[in-house]
């Protein structure tokens, strides 16, 4: 394993535990690794501090291990075990009524660079990293060992998360396995996962405790869910008793998924319609006071620090029509999954539509990740998903 050693000074933040170590601070290299190969990481004085996937990029190596210890099968094991007794001890893996969860959240769960969704017996696995791709089949035969009977497939997804420039000529498919059956349960309902050609992993495992707390705020309200995609949030209204249930996504194949959801569930039931039609649009020609709850959950207006200005614009614009538009008395569920706007910076931007909007609003949520999706304390980075519930006058 080639050897990197640090610049002098440079290995505070990995003596706290931080899992990345950053181009600028790398001293010098022994060889010439191979992108996604494994390299140990010394300080400047020769002092072993992690292993890791080296990479070229502003993030040259995800630590793997603070220890000096092979990556090995039985490395991934003790990992992946490790991850899958934290969803069971939060209730969200083994249960009856629910088989959609995230295994493993990257930093999260001390495998940077790796995401595993389950669905039923398949798991969706999603590399973000070269190294993770390398070790792509090493991870599937340890995962198999940990899950046993309750895996039957591995679907590989990663042809849009991995580095551009590292031409890996990379496809998706099946790495175990092969199934046409997609539907999987969260809380007792049934959804089509999308894994061959959806977005992330096939539907937004992120958002289950906070589609419950739709589901408890529904009841004979008329809900408007914007950004609609696998039509979560609007399933779960309709289940928490809404008397209408409108979607919308500017993509004709979400709108086609969200109407497959809700019949799998309410087969017949009139109470809901889809729109495909731009956001933005649909809240400028819908009538006032048409809902009294309505969802924003956007994509992320920022993929990078560049983009947060003209994101936070964006939040604001969007928040400012929904509080113009909202009937008296009405909940506003608003969500950003920017990792790049802070939590303080969103709610400014809400804090700022509302005035615009001229309306008297209460916070009566404060929203977040689920469990399943945890955060490093030391990697404080990994806490993205950031939502507010309120109560607009």
Not at 134 to 147: C, P
Not at 261 to 280: C, S
Request: aromatic share 10%; proline share 3%; hydrophobic share 40%.
């Amino acid at each position: 394993m080639k050897k990197l050693y640090l610049n002098r000074g440079k290995d505070e933040s990995l003596r706290r535990f931080h899992p990345w170590v950053f181009s600028g601070a790398v001293g010098h290299i022994e060889g010439h690794p191979q992108e996604g190969e494994l390299v140990r990481v010394l300080t400047a004085e020769g002092e072993f501090i992690a292993v890791g996937h080296w990479q070229i990029g502003s993030i040259a190596v995800r630590v793997l291990s603070f220890e000096d210890e092979p990556i090995d099968h039985d490395f991934w094991v003790r990992r992946l075990r490790v991850a899958y007794e934290v969803r069971k001890a939060i209730g969200v893996a083994d249960c009856e009524d629910n088989d959609t969860y995230r295994l493993v959240h990257g930093e999260g769960d001390n495998l940077p660079g790796l995401v595993i969704d389950m669905y039923g017996q398949t798991a969706v696995m999603q590399a973000h990293s070269v190294g993770m791709h390398v070790s792509r089949m090493e991870i599937a035969e340890a995962l198999k060992e940990v899950m046993g009977e309750r895996l039957a497939n591995i679907y590989y997804k990663s042809e849009t998360t991995l580095p551009f420039k590292a031409e890996l000529g990379q496809e998706n498919g099946f790495i175990l396995g092969q199934t046409p059956d997609n539907v999987a349960k969260e809380n007792g309902l049934r959804f089509r996962i999308d894994w061959l050609k959806g977005q992330k992993t096939g539907f937004f495992v992120d958002q289950r405790d906070n589609r419950s707390l739709v589901e408890q705020y529904s009841k004979g309200r008329r809900v408007l869910n914007m950004f609609c995609y696998t039509g979560g949030f609007s399933v779960y209204a309709m289940r928490g008793g809404a008397d209408l249930v409108h979607s919308v996504d500017s993509s004709q194949k979400a709108v086609d998924l969200v109407n497959d959801n809700v019949e799998l569930n309410f087969p017949g039931d009139l109470r809901h319609k889809a729109f495909a039609e731009d956001a933005f649009k649909f809240l400028d020609q819908m009538e006032q006071d048409a809902y009294d709850l309505i969802i924003l959950d956007p994509p992320a207006f920022a993929k990078h620090r560049d983009a947060v200005r003209h994101a936070i614009k964006g939040y604001t614009k969007l928040n400012a029509k929904a509080f113009d538009k909202i009937r008296p008395g009405g909940i506003l569920f608003t969500f950003s999954c920017s990792q790049a706007i802070s939590k303080e910076q969103f709610r400014m931007a809400v804090f700022t539509a509302a005035t615009l909007a001229g309306r008297k609003v209460r916070i009566l949520h404060q929203l977040h990740q689920p469990a399943d999706h945890p955060v490093n304390i030391y990697h404080p980075e990994g806490e993205y998903l950031k939502g507010l519930v309120l109560f607009v006058e």
